[in-house]
């Protein structure tokens, strides 16, 4: 585990990769417990220190806005994909260490 990158500097690493996503589409696949699986496609608009933003599109042409943490993509409970290929961005649920 010495060579193990520290949990911090993973979110740090997330955050950082996520910024240079910022503008971008992506399709959001999350985890709300109790076996409810939430897909949602949008855009993301935001990046900030502790949380992301994507703008997604509702019914009828509106827009919401869904906030995610970044410790949501490190366990795996969010996970964002590329809308034009469908594969998976960020990945890091492999680096965790097993229970």
Do not use: C, W
Request: glycine fraction near 6%; aromatic fraction near 6%; proline fraction near 4%.
């Amino acid at each position: 585990m010495e060579n193990d990158i520290p949990p911090v500097n993973r979110i740090d690493q997330i955050r950082d990769e996520l910024k240079a996503l910022e503008g971008q589409r992506v399709k959001v696949r999350a985890n709300m417990g109790r076996s409810r699986i939430v897909e949602r496609a949008g855009t993301l608009v935001h990046v900030h220190p502790s949380l992301f933003v994507i703008e997604v599109e509702e019914r009828r042409g509106r827009k919401a806005r869904q906030s995610y943490q970044y410790v949501d993509v490190l366990t795996g409970t969010v996970e964002l994909y590329d809308m034009n290929t469908g594969e998976r961005l960020l990945d890091y649920t492999a680096d965790l260490p097993e229970e």
